[in-house]
T-cell receptor, first 118, second 114 residues
Framework: EPEVTQTPSHQVTQMGQEVILRCVPISNHLYFYWYRQILGQKVEFLVSFYNNEISEKSEIFDDQFSVERPDGSNFTLKIRSTKLEDSAMYFC????????????????FGPGTRLLVL | SQQGEEDPQALSIQEGENATMNCSYKTSINNLQWYRQNSGRGLVHLILIRSNEREKHSGRLRVTLDTSKKSSSLLITASRAADTASYFCATDARSGGSNYKLTFGKGTLLTVNP
């Protein structure tokens, strides 16, 4: 069964460093997302991406964050200068279609990248 | 406002029993999805129910949706120890323009004792 993959599974970095989290969405999906989950808290939406541009972003997704689809398979999240509070599990997700109701279809999540900022 | 609040926060049952988890939300929605998360792991999609549906089944899972009460329930029948996980509901809120994001609740931690 197709699945979303993410690398690395764990990343430890120093405050102020740049990190790039990588995702390979399911191949025929057109909508891509990043979410994060701080330990013990809710899963929070960061950004959605379609047709090579950001569709929607949350207030968390400030200028330190960027997303890119550099080729036909990868989808990346870059944090330019990490802060301690960026420590979280980051999930990539993808969905196959966007219904006529302007709503998301089923979103399939990857296993996550656990980011620890020291 | 909080969207997708599950209750109970924690539920402990014996293997073979049924587990029922509830989710409430505040805004109108297009879809409601249920996910499972094993400790520290990824989110596994269980079932999606659209706002015009009232009930949906998938194997041992039964989901109901009451849009008048803005609530949903997830029933797991004949539970197994392997069902031990956190269960989340996630909604996409209906509003003007496009909506792409899911809003998650805090989840219910289900423990199934062998």
């Amino acid at each position: 069964e197709p699945e979303v993959t993410q690398t690395p599974s764990h990343q430890v970095t120093q405050m102020g460093q740049e990190v790039i989290l990588r995702c390979v969405p399911i191949s025929n999906h057109l909508y891509f997302y990043w979410y994060r989950q701080i330990l013990g808290q809710k899963v929070e939406f960061l950004v959605s991406f379609y047709n090579n541009e950001i569709s929607e972003k949350s207030e968390i997704f400030d200028d330190q964050f960027s997303v890119e689809r550099p080729d036909g398979s990868n989808f990346t999240l870059k944090i330019r200068s990490t802060k301690l509070e960026d420590s979280a599990m980051y999930f990539c997700a993808s969905s196959e279609f966007h219904s006529g109701w302007a709503s998301v279809g089923t979103q399939y999540f990857g296993p996550g990248t656990r980011l620890l900022v020291l | 406002s909080q969207q997708g609040e599950e209750d109970p926060q924690a539920l402990s049952i014996q293997e073979g029993e049924n587990a029922t988890m509830n989710c409430s939300y505040k805004t109108s929605i297009n879809n409601l999805q249920w996910y499972r998360q094993n400790s520290g792991r990824g989110l596994v999609h269980l079932i999606l129910i659209r706002s015009n549906e009232r009930e949906k089944h998938s194997g041992r899972l039964r989901v109901t949706l009451d849009t008048s009460k803005k609530s949903s329930s997830l029933l797991i029948t004949a539970s197994r120890a392997a069902d031990t996980a956190s269960y989340f509901c996630a909604t996409d809120a209906r509003s003007g323009g496009s909506n792409y994001k899911l809003t998650f609740g805090k989840g219910t931690l289900l423990t199934v004792n062998p």
